[in-house]
């Protein structure tokens, strides 16, 4: 799972405020566009004289607590997604826990994911948010039609992305899968409820639906009955070896999490107590998915509605003693499986019992064709729009404007994801603020790595991003090198204006063998526009003083002190900003993103010159 | 959970076909990010392995130079896998009792030092670690008082013997398995043996080469290379004579495979430690030699399962081994029967014999050094010296 963390700490108050001003930014985005989408409804009620509008029919009740209830669960989830330490904390305390006990090939497809999330958290982190505040709200507004079948096939889309690489495909691939813990994840039931939203009117009009999203239940409560009843899983044992089996261990984790006193004792006793009867909670579980299961797959109403209750107590017990709500402590994204559970059940059982005599007939457009006549001239398309969108009803307007918050975090995080190197914000989270510097760089006089005399005098007109570096350090000098290599890249023809500039940095090590074995070591060599200056050890010391670099070698086998800063020279000489470069956790998503840094900062001297 | 089928015949009208591929449209624009999250991220930056180290012995050793001067690098410190764990070089001038820290410096050393330096200047080589592929180098002429920094362009092999010097040249074992000489001090380094050249040698083929161990030169200036042999009853010694490597090493009569972990310089000739069969049923032996053709050999040392932890020589080709299960054993010189140690102290790191027989065990405890003394005739140590060594912890991590 390697290269899937930025490194950074969750609470980074850099990611923290970036996060706020994107969701603040992008939110009033979204609320301009629903405030002008509204306005335009309202202003084509003038344009054209209403039409009558033929009543739709009832919608089936399944389905609307379907919609209602999904709906509300995806807003929910997208407010949770809006916690401050979501952009750095999501990899390595949801995505990174989830998958850590999925085989191999699991754990490299969540953890690409997972890299791409820590090289652009902010972009990330924000249309998580809007995406699921966005299908929430498109499922809670478009009650009928194809706006609203859209929303249901929006959250199926959403949650498979969620559930493969969120929740690691629900840990259905890992050891110890078991419905009291989650399995198969509980966005996969959001899916199942995208799907079922997404169906034709049609299906909705018999009880088959119904009969089949109960025996579906059915068979999964079944099934993850047999699962937990397994000999050899663990689940018969409260505690194994001294330590506590695998559904008390897993309590015990949660009584540690942040939460209500109440339910953190509530939570805690029920890990005691299971710990010290295992073998009869575990007894408990099995027999009730196992009967509720076969309840489920009778299809009779009565039996279904006491299966429904039942599941229903369960998945409370279950989702307080066990799940512990789902939302405390750490980093929670929903409130786990227990509740869409629930919805499903309720939902299936209405949509067994409670079909509408009128969902037969056929839909009601939510769009009707508008007469021609309606809008004056039909030749031309401006009044045919007009009449299109005098005739949209507030219902779809507000599904367009749900849309468009989808929109608005679907399309950066797509341009973010085509982006393989990292965001600036990492760089900037680690090296702090860089404030504005404009004071004449000091002249200095040293030699290249093929003897060479470089003067500063000699690279104006280009950008420098100057540096310090020992040539046989072994830890932070070739990852600044790296970072200046792909700077390099990154800044594609205008690299040909910048000039990289490394000062050794070392009072022991640094003749032109060394250089030139550092620049071979980290292939700097062929790097065009790269310098690694060094001289006699007093134009080196001059050098040093001047940039306020101090360097010193520190006893008994330790590295050479010296200041990890890359210094923006502007092409008329001028020094612009030091740029912390210390590389802090020096991932992949660091490296890559101070790099971005410093070609944004090249371009920037190179804009103000 | 649900079993569903989403082609149930649907005989509702719908509003218009562009209309009904509006969902798909959305869920494909919203299965983008993810799908493109696989996509962007499966390009990711190539890592490099370090290829395995030549041999096996531990870099803690001692040595002394001809003009009596005891130096020793031992392992101090915190966990390596922070990069808390510096090895330092310790020296004791001829005459006395006292050590002193003298680690060259201006290099991380958390990979390990060797030390090189018979008669003349003391050359000390970085292994690398971390980032560093490179092996800088430090010479000192003056006991370690001051450093001069040279580079060897290439990873050194981590064995205590991959480097040697006699005044006049210099050899290095690489951790592929080359070996490259400079002629003079550590500037002009060439190849001397390509990867793979002894034992693709006439000589080398009939010892069945494993892996080389060490390099040293004879005291007249002919380069030795050793290895561990897979043939039974081969010494894996090598001369460089003529432009070839020609098998040097003394017969063994004990018809198992050898493996020479340690091939030394001293003022008057060559030592070999030698480990026959397998740790549980092996044994240890040395061979002193004082032209690179005739060799002295010691009594095998049964190791009843020890495995050594540090080695190293002395005055008068002296030479001691320091075993798992605080065993301390010692010969004298060529001829000498092994003898054992008082149990070392402890955390005993490594070991260094004196002129009259005496033994310092330096024990270390983190950033303490600790000298314990040992006499000639046995009984028990006794601590004469604690070094406080000023460790940076944290500055190459």
Known sequence: MGGMNSGLSPSDPTLETAFRSALTHQGLLAAAIIVALLLLWGASRNWVPAEPRATAPAEPAGRRVLRIGFGLLWVLDGILQAQPQMPGGLPSQVIQPAAQSSPGWVQDIVSAGGTVWSNHPIQLAAASVWIQVGIGLWMLVAVRGEWSRAAGLAGVAWGLVVWIWGEAFGGVFA?????????????LLYCVAGALIALPAAAWGSRRTGRLLLAGSGLFFLGMAVLQAWPGRGFWQGTSHGQPGPLAGMIADMTQLSQPRVLERIVAAFGSFDAAHGFAVNLVAVIALAVIGAALLTGRPRVTQAAVIAAGVLCLAVWVLVQDLGVFGGLGTDPNSMPPTVILLVAGYLALTRVPAAALAPAVPDTPAVPEA????ASTWPSRLRSAVAATSIGTVAAIGSFAVVMIGTAPAALASLDGNADPILAEAISGYAPPIDTPAPAFTLTDTSGRTVTLASLRGKVVLLTFLDPVCTTDCPIIAQELKLTGELLGGQARQVEMVAVAANPTYYSTGDTRAFDQQEGMASVPDWLFLTGSLPQLNHVWQQYGAQVEDLPAGGMTDHPNIVIVIDPAGNIMQEVNADPGPATTSTQTSYSALFAADARQALGES | MTVLSTTAPSTVVLAGRPRARLGLIVAALLLAPGLLAGCAASGGHATTTTPAPAATAPLATSMTTADGQAWAIVAMGGPAAQEDLFWELITRPPGSDRWTLVTPPGVADNGGLVAAGTSGPLTVGFEPSQDLTFSP?????????????????????????????????????????AIDQASTGAGGWAPLAAPGAIAASAAGRRCQVTGLAAVAYTPSGTPLAAAACARPGSTGIFARVAGTWQASGPADPGGQPLRVIR????????????????????????????????????????????KVQASGTGPGGALWVLLSGDRAETLTGPGAAWRELPAPPRGTAALAASP???YDALVVSAATLTIDQVAPGGGAWRTEQVIKVPLQYGSSS
């Open chain 2, 137 to 177: 180098l430090a010479t000192t002429g003056n006991g370690g008082k001051t450093w001069d920094a040279g580079l060897l362009n290439a990873h050194l092999a981590s064995v205590p013997d991959a480097i040697a010097a006699n005044g006049t040249g210099m050899l290095a074992l690489l951790d592929d398995g």
């Open chain 1, 175 to 187: 050891p110890g899968l078991s419905w009291l813990t989650g399995a198969p994840g509980s966005v």
């Open chain 2, 356 to 358: 009259d027989g005496t």
């Open chain 2, 263 to 306: 091939l030394t310089q001293a003022p008057a000739g060559d030592t070999a430690l030698l480990q026959a069969g397998t740790s549980g049923a092996g044994s240890l032996s040395a061979a002193w030699t004082g032209n690179g053709a005739q060799w002295t050999a010691s009594p095998a040392l049964p190791l009843h399962g020890a």
């Open chain 1, 374 to 377: 309606a809008g004056g001239p």
